[in-house]
């Protein structure tokens, strides 16, 4: 009987190795100023994912615990299933043809436990980390009334100002310079029925939550710096997603409540008090008109002084698939 259970318990707690030996995997780890990275082909390999690495726009797709992820370099969101999450700049590391993400992300945006050693990670398999999303499909194009139902909740971003429907300056006017369309919504002085200045207050339009906000922008700083970048547009035929996102100079983000994103861009100043995560509203104030970003900024002038707003829809702009009719009765509709 004594060597049954005996028996018994040494069978029983090989077995509870096993499992526990089974729980903790290993991954490899490289330092890139003295931060940890883990390559990406390994943590894909270990969650049974899938990725893209598109190297023109330095932008990263991923597909994990039936889950979407799409980073871009040196933008500090993640987007999952096509609402945003706020993350780290140093966000992508392409180097020897090897894509690297920081520890951070597996923590985090996947949610899983992981334990920093000298040299690996052990990450606890996805059968214990927290629960995994259920995904709904998102449709890249919306109805126009579709658009104007979620945008109603909106307001205008800047007090007083009227819905600037220029054609030069509605989304999908072609931008030479940059061999590329213009994607969001832009409110100039001379066009909006009020002075617009550095000194002109934005507002954050609705109730949401701020998922990014430069506090720590750094522009251009020279005009061929700028040029360099203008060239590999030209170069290759579109603005990649990262020059996009440093054109558009001095930024803050918005997730609202109905899957509905903004993009304020070119803005002068940010608010001291607004911080990633703040719950906002139409009372909110963001920041200040600028024109950060723009050539104006590079030449230290007042030229370009404006703002500029896209608008999507859980990661896809609203007006993909609208006429320019439809896109002027949504603005001038949402923004009266």
């Not at 893209?52 to 871009?72: A, C, G, I, P």
């Not at 009020?194 to 949401?208: E, L, N, Q």
């Not at 547009?233 to 001095?250: F, N, V």
Request: negative net charge.
């Amino acid at each position: 009987m004594v060597i049954c259970i005996v028996t018994f318990l040494s069978l029983y707690w090989m077995e509870k190795k096993d499992e526990s030996s089974a729980t903790v995997q290993e991954l490899p780890i490289h330092y890139f100023k003295e931060e940890p990275y883990i390559p990406l082909q390994s943590m894909i390999n270990y969650l049974q994912g899938s990725f893209h690495y598109d190297k023109v726009n330095r932008q990263l797709t991923m597909r994990v615990d039936h889950n979407s992820y799409e980073l871009t370099e040196k933008i500090p969101v993640v987007v999952k299933n096509g609402e945003y999450i706020p993350f780290q700049r140093d966000n992508i590391l392409y180097q020897n043809h090897q894509v690297y993400v920081p520890i951070d992300f597996m923590e985090t945006v996947l949610n899983r436990e992981v334990t920093l050693r000298a040299d690996h990670a052990e990450v606890v398999p996805s059968a214990l980390a927290t629960s995994i999303d259920s995904v709904t499909a998102k449709k890249e194009m919306i109805t126009i009334n579709e658009v104007k139902s979620k945008f109603s909740e909106l307001s205008t971003p800047i007090h007083g100002a009227k819905a600037d429907t220029y054609s030069s300056h509605l989304p999908g006017a072609r931008r030479w310079y940059r061999n590329d369309f213009h994607e969001g919504l832009d409110w100039y002085g001379y066009s909006s029925g009020i002075t617009i200045s550095k000194k002109t207050p934005v507002y954050a339009m609705g109730d949401g939550k701020v998922v990014r906000v430069d506090h720590d922008y750094k522009g251009y700083t020279s005009e061929m710096q700028r040029e360099a970048d203008l060239a590999i547009c030209q170069t290759i035929g579109h603005t990649p997603q990262y020059i996009l996102d440093k054109l558009r100079g001095r930024q803050v983000w918005i997730q609202y409540e109905n899957g509905v994103q903004a993009r304020f861009a070119h803005l002068s100043t940010v608010s001291n008090s607004l911080q990633v995560g703040d719950e906002v509203s139409n009372k909110t104030l963001i920041g200040l008109v600028g024109n950060s970003g723009t050539s104006g900024e590079v030449k230290q002038d007042q030229s370009e002084t404006h703002l500029h707003v896209d608008l999507l829809v859980y990661n896809h702009l609203f007006w993909k698939g609208l006429t320019q009719e439809q896109v002027k009765e949504v603005i001038t509709t949402a923004f009266k």
